[in-house]
């Protein structure tokens, strides 16, 4: 799932500045466990967490696989007047060197990697007692964003993970118990908030990356009107008096200290 077509599809900066308050609470979290010096953003789009670690005073590394999110990042770096080093490359094979790092941190990133490598090479990255710090959306049947593809779409068959696994807190502590101690798991709620009912249509035809490679993936136009359909009548479900569609969606921010 974490390939640079999928992320440069629709405008992956929409999502990335909506979701930025989440990235700076994983390095609220992050920064409150341990050293905060040097800390690498894995996974990082376009860097909400890279720039909040740097605002906080770290010097900061960022990874991403898709080359089209550092260059926004780089962007959105020089014009807050932060020093990051963006490298283009997998959030789990880094090349970075082994025991560099004081944290590790990821905002809605490394939840789409396959997730023993990613361990490991987290694992690698970090000192020992260093923080690992990340966040994750929480499965939610009433998902409006999700639940059309569910119901239209045939659910992947023999898919060893998923991204929302993270957001389950017995997942979380057995993929860490060999490389991490002192778990905490903190669960809140993001208000996805959209202008109109429009806004949401668009939001997964123009400019969401895993709805917009969804949509262009499906070769019979039939069976793609009928998600757009769906969604709409999710999103109308969600309308609020003003007309503004809303959605609460849970997440949890993780930390836990490299053993």
Not at 29 to 46: H, I, N, P, S, Y
Not at 59 to 65: E, G, K, L, N, S
């Amino acid at each position: 799932m974490s390939t640079p077509s999928v992320w440069s599809a629709g405008r992956y900066d929409a999502v990335g500045d909506r979701i930025a308050p989440i990235a700076a609470e994983v390095v609220a979290a992050a920064k409150q466990r341990g050293e905060f010096d040097e800390v690498v953003d894995l996974a990082c789009g376009t860097g909400s967490a890279a720039l909040a670690a740097a605002a906080a005073g770290a010097r900061v590394t960022a990874v991403d696989i898709t080359p089209e999110l550092i260059a926004i990042g780089t962007e959105k770096a020089e014009r807050a007047g932060h020093s990051v080093t963006w490298v283009t490359g997998d959030a789990a094979d880094t090349g970075l060197p082994s025991g560099s790092f004081d944290a590790v941190v990821s905002n809605m990133g490394i939840i789409f990697v396959e997730p023993a490598k990613q361990i490991a090479e987290i694992a690698r990255l970090l000192k020992p007692q260093g923080v690992l710090g990340f966040s994750s959306w929480v499965r939610e049947p009433g998902n409006p964003f999700f639940r059309p593809v569910l119901e239209v779409l045939e659910p992947p068959q023999n898919s060893e993970y998923s991204p929302d696994q993270w957001g389950e807190p017995n997942t979380v502590s057995d993929r860490l118990a060999a490389d991490f101690d002192d778990l905490a798991i903190e669960s809140r709620f993001h208000t996805w908030q959209l202008g109109s009912l429009d806004d949401a249509m668009k939001w997964v035809m123009r400019e969401s990356p895993i709805h917009v490679s969804m949509l262009a993936g499906i070769d019979d136009d039939t069976t793609r009107e009928r998600l757009l359909a769906a969604f709409e009548s999710e999103f109308r479900r969600c309308l609020d008096a003003d007309g503004t569609v809303t959605y609460d969606a849970p997440y949890v921010v993780v930390t836990a200290l490299r053993r």
